[in-house]
C-alpha cells in the first residue's frame, strides 16, 4: 500500500480540509487492501501523512472514520439512482453497476467492518440518523416504482413496501454476484427481478 510523507501543516480555518484529506487516506486504504479491518487510525494517519493524533479533533475513534465513509458511499450510490431515475430498469441497473465497482464499500456500507448498532446501543448515533443512512437511496426506488404506477406500467399498491422487496432482491444479486462469479447467471435476471418485486406489467 503506497504510503506519503510528511504533511504541510493546514493553516489557520483549515481543519475541514484536514477532515476531508484524513476521509480520502480512509477510502484509500479501504479501496487498495479490499479490508475493512485494515481502515485503522494508525493506516489511515500513515496514508495522510500525519500523526495519529491528529485525527482525533475530527474524528474521536474509528468507528467514526467507518462512519463517514459509509456515509459518503450512499450519498455516491443516491447520486448515481438519481441519474438513472426515472427509469426504474436504469435505476436497478445503476445499483448493481455500483456495488460491482465499489465493492469495498458496498460491503461496507451493509454489513461489512461497520456496525451501525452498537452505537446506537451506546448512545454515540442517534437511532434515526443509523436508519436514515440508506433513506435517500430507497426513496430513488419508490419514486421510480410509483412513476410507473401512474404511467399504467406496475399494478404496486405500496410502492415503498415494493421498493424495499424490490432493494433486497438487487442486494441479494450484488452479492451472490460477487461470490459466485462463475455462476452462470440469466442474462435476463435482473429483468426477471424488476418485473416481479415492482408487479411491472408485461
Known sequence: METTGARTRNRRGEGARLRDDILAAATAVL?????????????????????????????????????????????????????AAPSLPAVCDAYLAFAAARPHRYRLMFGGVYDAAPAVHAGS????????????????????????????????????????????????LAHQRSVLSEFPWPADITDRLIHSLAHLEV
Open 31 to 83: 479501496d487498495e487492501t479490499g479490508d475493512g479491518q485494515a481502515v485503522t487510525l494508525r493506516a489511515v494517519a500513515r496514508r495522510a501523512g500525519i500523526s495519529a493524533p491528529s485525527i482525533y479533533p475530527h474524528f474521536p475513534d474509528r468507528d467514526a472514520i467507518l462512519l463517514a465513509l459509509v456515509r459518503d458511499a450512499f450519498a455516491e450510490l443516491t447520486a448515481q439512482l438519481r441519474a
Open 125 to 172: 448515533l442517534p437511532a434515526e440518523e443509523a436508519t436514515a443512512l440508506g433513506r435517500d437511496a430507497l426513496t430513488v426506488f419508490v419514486e421510480a416504482i410509483d412513476a410507473c404506477v401512474r404511467s399504467g406500467r406496475s399494478t404496486s399498491t405500496d410502492p415503498y413496501a415494493d421498493a424495499i422487496a424490490l432493494w433486497l432482491g438487487l442486494h441479494g
